[in-house]
């Protein structure tokens, strides 16, 4: 077991929650908004009511307040424990830690290319872990502390109830504004980056991957990027990535070194075990 015994799982970035909040609020003004839409007139400018305008405003209100939600409840090969059983003693090991009940399942997707996983829910408790197989292919041999990194952070996802039905609801209209919608994703990736560090201290070629590609990773300076991280900053910077719906990965590495969860800030001109990642 590799868990942080010092800190309480499952762990939250500090801006989360009120981010979270402040959007089911404007949730729920838009949903105010759209009804009033399409239930009376009072919203409608003067010169469009009785016209064709007025209807067609209905309309796309009734529209909005029925596909929005229809979009987020709308949710590959599973992964057998028999052939698979280490990664299924993670998951095992994982989800009882943070308090995930069942234990999700687990499924390989062709990912066309791409590096990626996701946690979903099907349902309101069926919960499951997707991994693309270019990074199943390209962790699991290799390293697995690093696949359970992953594993670890999109069960985070599930234990936050970023998956969750009743979570995508209440945030289904709010989700789609520029900038804030972003912005609360950027913020439960940092969430669930902390609780697959806690879980996984040694899993830093999981974000490693990520970042440099299939290719490259085994020759990159895991404390060179923990510098490029540390300096990427700046008011330029900010406004990039307001409308990512991630944040920049080798942020995020800088981010779990600074918090301990991937051992100290160090950097590259610092000695330490293992500079080179392989």
Same mark, same amino acid.
């Given at each position: 077991?590799?868990?942080?015994?010092?800190?309480?799982?499952?762990?939250?970035?500090?801006?989360?929650?009120?981010?979270?909040?402040?959007?089911?609020?404007?949730?729920?003004? *838009?949903?105010?908004?759209? *009804?009033?839409?399409?239930?009376?007139?009072?919203?409608?400018?003067?010169?469009?009511?009785?016209?064709?305008?007025?209807?067609?405003?209905?309309?796309?209100?009734?529209?909005?307040?029925?596909?929005?939600?229809?979009?987020?409840?709308?949710?590959?090969?599973?992964?057998?424990?028999?052939?698979?059983?280490?990664?299924?003693?993670?998951?095992?090991?994982?989800?009882?830690?943070?308090?995930?009940?069942?234990?999700?399942?687990?499924?390989?997707?062709?990912?066309?290319?791409?590096?990626?996983?996701?946690?979903?829910? &099907?349902?309101?408790?069926?919960?499951?872990?997707?991994?693309?197989?270019?990074?199943?292919?390209?962790?699991?041999?290799?390293?697995?502390?690093?696949?359970?990194?992953?594993?670890?952070?999109?069960?985070?996802?599930?234990?936050?109830?970023?998956?969750?039905?009743?979570?995508?609801?209440?945030?289904?209209?709010?989700?789609? *504004?520029?900038?804030?919608?972003?912005?609360?994703?950027?913020?439960?990736?940092? &969430?669930?980056?902390?609780?697959?560090?806690?879980?996984?201290?040694?899993?830093?070629?999981?974000?490693?991957?990520?970042?440099?590609?299939?290719?490259?990773?085994?020759?990159?300076?895991?404390?060179?990027?923990?510098?490029?991280?540390?300096?990427?900053?700046?008011?330029?910077?900010?406004?990039?990535?307001?409308?990512?719906?991630?944040?920049?990965?080798?942020?995020?590495?800088?981010?779990?070194?600074?918090?301990?969860?991937?051992?100290?800030?160090?950097?590259?001109?610092?000695?330490?075990?293992?500079?080179?990642?392989?």
């Amino acid at each position: 077991m590799a868990h942080s015994g010092a800190r309480k799982l499952p762990l939250r970035h500090p801006a989360e929650n009120p981010t979270f909040i402040l959007m089911v609020v404007l949730n729920l003004v *838009i949903l105010g908004f759209l *009804i009033d839409f399409l239930v009376s007139a009072s919203l409608i400018p003067p010169a469009l009511r009785g016209t064709n305008w007025e209807y067609t405003w209905r309309a796309v209100a009734g529209a909005i307040i029925l596909v929005a939600p229809v979009i987020m409840i709308v949710r590959q090969v599973q992964l057998s424990r028999t052939q698979f059983p280490d990664l299924y003693a993670s998951i095992d090991d994982f989800a009882g830690t943070l308090g995930v009940k069942p234990t999700p399942v687990l499924y390989l997707s062709n990912g066309n290319g791409t590096l990626n996983a996701f946690a979903a829910q &099907s349902g309101w408790t069926n919960n499951y872990v997707v991994l693309s197989n270019e990074l199943f292919a390209n962790l699991r041999n290799d390293n697995r502390e690093g696949t359970r990194f992953i594993l670890g952070h999109e069960i985070g996802h599930i234990r936050l109830h970023h998956v969750a039905l009743w979570y995508s609801l209440v945030l289904c209209y709010s989700s789609l *504004i520029p900038i804030l919608g972003p912005t609360l994703s950027r913020l439960r990736e940092y &969430s669930c980056d902390r609780n697959g560090a806690a879980l996984e201290p040694k899993g830093e070629l999981g974000l490693i991957l990520l970042t440099a590609g299939r290719y490259a990773a085994d020759n990159v300076q895991a404390s060179e990027l923990v510098d490029q991280g540390r300096h990427l900053g700046g008011f330029w910077v900010g406004i990039s990535q307001l409308p990512r719906s991630h944040p920049w990965t080798v942020r995020r590495i800088w981010r779990l070194h600074q918090l301990g969860l991937f051992g100290p800030a160090r950097t590259s001109d610092q000695p330490h075990a293992s500079q080179e990642v392989g």
